[in-house]
């Protein structure tokens, strides 16, 4: 009984906010669908190597999301591709998901910044180990950047530990 209760502690810290990361609330799902463009991320080994990576998100039939992740790997000359699922962990009026792309294992997607035309946003994992600076645009300007980067940097982020896939000018 006890290793059940130690499996559901550890799934259920994986969809978990970190600490200093409150996910947007008011938050609108429509307004947020459609193609992301990822600016930047910390490494990690599932897009490890990927340039041009986008993220693609629509409804699902049951009210979840789809999410279609897709990068291109230059080391083999072509463009790879993941979809999994997405759901809200609490109420739909927070930026606060899980998303799946292995089966029953969820991780934490939290929208800790999101500007009001919902074009630029700041996406934290489960912990400070997963970030992503996305955008509707493939370039964002540095000014556009700026309050994206304060808010990675107060939450903990490590700003120098970020892979540019399209540095802000």
């Not at 950047?145 to 940097?153: D, G, I, K, T, V």
Request: aromatic letters at 14%; a neutral charge; proline letters at 5%.
């Amino acid at each position: 009984m006890r290793f059940y209760w130690l499996l559901l502690l550890l799934l259920a810290g994986c969809t978990s906010v970190p600490e200093k990361v409150t996910p947007v609330s008011p938050f609108e799902l429509e307004r947020y669908l459609g193609t992301w463009h990822e600016i930047a991320r910390l490494d990690h080994r599932f897009e490890r190597g990927l340039t041009q990576v986008t993220a693609e998100y629509s409804l699902r039939q049951d009210g979840g999301v789809t999410v279609l992740n897709r990068g291109f790997d230059a080391a083999n000359q072509r463009w790879k591709s993941a979809t999994g699922k997405a759901y809200f962990v609490a109420d739909s009026n927070t930026g606060r998901l899980k998303v799946s792309f292995f089966g029953p294992f969820y991780g934490g997607y939290n929208i800790a910044k999101l500007d009001p035309d919902y074009q630029i946003a700041l996406v934290v994992g489960p912990n400070l180990d997963y970030a992503w600076l996305l955008a509707r645009k493939l370039q964002l300007s540095a000014a556009e950047c700026a309050p994206y980067l304060a808010e990675a940097e107060r939450i903990g982020i490590a700003l120098d530990q970020l892979i540019w896939l399209a540095p802000c000018r």
